[in-house]
């Protein structure tokens, strides 16, 4: 099992940064891709960045591409996202997710067996 604790969410303005913080706990050497979903308020969960525990490749979903940073520090078993220029349309909670190693999409919901709690991120216009 892996356990996965988010970290980070808050209120910011339109235009404004935030810095999510996701720290992975337990079997994290069975981890092959970490990253973010979000869901908004009346939307889908939606996938938001993710990157590879070992080679450093990452994915983010159109939306949010230019906009924000995910990164690794394996030494501390954490992954961030770094969030810049947000948009009313980034309000939504945020849950980091972790996949095994497995066949699967890193875009897919599916492909992850583990989720945090999620962390409530509100931008104000």
């Known amino acids: 099992q892996v356990q996965l604790v988010e970290s980070g969410g808050g209120f910011v303005q339109d235009g404004g940064s935030l810095r999510l913080s996701c720290a992975a706990s337990?079997?994290?050497?069975?981890?092959?891709?970490i990253g973010w979903f979000r869901q908004g308020p009346g939307k889908e969960r939606e996938f938001v960045a993710a990157?590879?525990?070992?080679?450093?490749?990452?994915y983010y979903a159109e939306s949010v591409k230019g906009r924000s940073t995910i990164s690794l520090d394996n030494a501390k078993n954490t992954v961030s996202l770094q969030m810049i220029s947000l948009k009313p349309e980034d309000t939504a909670v945020y849950y980091c997710?972790?996949?095994?190693?497995?066949?699967?999409?890193?875009?897919?919901?599916?492909?992850?067996?583990?989720w945090g709690q999620g962390t409530q991120v509100t931008v104000s216009s």
């Open positions: 997710v972790a996949a095994p190693f497995n066949s699967g999409s890193v875009y897919d919901m599916d492909y992850y067996a583990y």
């Open positions: 990157i590879s525990w070992r080679g450093g490749f990452t």
């Open positions: 337990g079997r994290t050497f069975s981890i092959d891709n």
